[in-house]
């Protein structure tokens, strides 16, 4: 590769046409042997360079899929500092492919390998067929300034060959799990007149999955069961399970949280983790974990973040505003009202008893009143 790029080089750069330019034989020999020294002297740091794999290939995309194919740039001599240019040549699709590291990186000295991803974003509305091209990588010196003099460069080629179908497949693979241990609610989630809330909330055992997607549409577990033991692992304490995951996209690999209610006192526990797609157990793992005291943890515990803040001040938000309505709708009317309602017909029968004992006492003064009257006429 090194060769026709030197050649095109020198052209552009004093005029020269290969093709058509006559030269003795023996000055053509001396040109080139001179050339080589030059090269294999004045430039080590471009020998032996190469791309695995040199190729960008999947024939099971589907239209919106993402896809990431990892290049590894190598070289047999890291002495100097290189850079390196991408250039993509693939009509109809250019647009869908990106590098990680743009298109235009250092390759750092004392490194043989450096990886590159190359992105493929598939657009929605794409249509269906073959799409083909190729990516050329240029390195060159990373302080290399030819002025008017020729440059140096070595490249590779990477080829593209995508194929886009209506036919999709979700797949995946389990790579790592892990529980990170757990802290209890501290102040002021842990008052007791608004703890229940905040425990029901925000209190969470964590499980952690480093997943890679090996279909061509986003997917996740169907769902994840997790079982508490004892460090016995006779009595189990807990048993939930949560379809609430995240997807990884196609072709990728991701990280996956799944979060369980608990209820768990400090301690040291077992969980046994099953792994669902669809009704069938793919992976099944058996992690310890620890559940510490509130600031037992010395900083370590997974962040709350801003949700128990909001949930909190929506709590206060919520009792201003019934003080406020009680306030506009003058409840107390009403309360005092319904207290009549409730004990009316208390009030009434006691209104009746007074009434009737007030009845019985006049007509008693009443009687002794003419008992007195008659006795005095007689």
């Known amino acids: ?27 053509l020999i001396s040109f080139f042997v001179a050339l080589f ?3 294999a002297g004045a430039h080590t740091a471009l020998a032996g ?63 043989l390998q450096v990886p590159m991803i190359v992105n493929v974003d598939v657009p929605k509305d794409a249509a269906i067929g073959d799409y083909k091209g190729y990516i050329n990588v240029r390195i060159a010196p990373a302080n290399q300034n030819t002025g008017g003099g020729v440059a140096i460069a070595l490249g590779a080629r990477i080829d593209i060959d995508l194929t886009l179908t ?26 007791k007149y608004i ?9 969470r055992v964590m499980v952690v999955m480093n997943v890679q997607n090996t279909g061509n549409v986003d997917t996740a577990p169907t769902k994840i ?10 009595k189990l304490l807990e048993t939930t399970e949560t379809a609430s995951l995240n997807k990884v996209k196609s072709y990728s690999t991701g990280e996956i949280q799944a979060f369980f209610p608990t209820t768990l006192p400090a301690g040291q526990y077992w969980a046994k983790i099953k792994i669902y797609k669809d009704n069938e157990i793919t992976n099944s793992y058996k992690i310890a974990f620890t559940v510490a005291d509130a600031g037992g943890l010395g900083g370590k515990a997974r ?29 107390w009317r009403y309360i005092i009202l319904l207290i009549v309602i409730i004990f009316g017909p208390v009030y009434r029968k006691l209104g009746s008893i007074i009434i009737a004992i007030k ?20």
């Open 166 to 191: 209506n036919v999709t497949f979700s797949d995946f693979m389990v790579r790592l799990v892990s529980i990170p241990d757990v802290e209890r609610l501290g102040k002021p989630w842990s008052w």
């Open 37 to 39: 020294a030059f090269l």
């Open 49 to 111: 360079f190469g791309i695995s794999p040199p190729y960008v290939y999947n024939k099971q995309l589907v239209p919106g899929a993402h896809y990431e194919q990892r290049i590894t740039l190598l070289r047999s001599s890291a002495e100097d500092e290189l850079r390196a240019q991408i250039s993509v040549n693939a009509p109809d699709i250019d647009k869908w492919i990106t590098i990680d590291k743009g298109n235009d990186f250092a390759m750092p000295k004392g490194e």
């Open 195 to 203: 703890y229940p809330i905040f425990e029901k909330l925000f209190y």
């Open 1 to 27: 590769m090194v060769f026709p790029m030197f050649l095109r080089n020198l052209r552009d750069k004093i005029g020269i046409s290969f093709s058509n330019y006559k030269m003795p034989k023996r000055y």
């Open 225 to 234: 069961q997790l079982d508490v033991y004892d460090l016995t692992e006779n």
């Open 303 to 331: 962040s709350l973040g801003y949700g128990p803040w909001l949930v909190l001040g929506a709590m206060v938000l919520a009792v201003l505003i019934v003080i406020f309505i009680l306030i506009r709708i003058r409840i």
């Open 359 to 378: 009845a019985a006492f006049w007509r008693w003064i009443r009687q002794k009143a003419e008992q007195k009257t008659d006795k005095y006429d007689k």
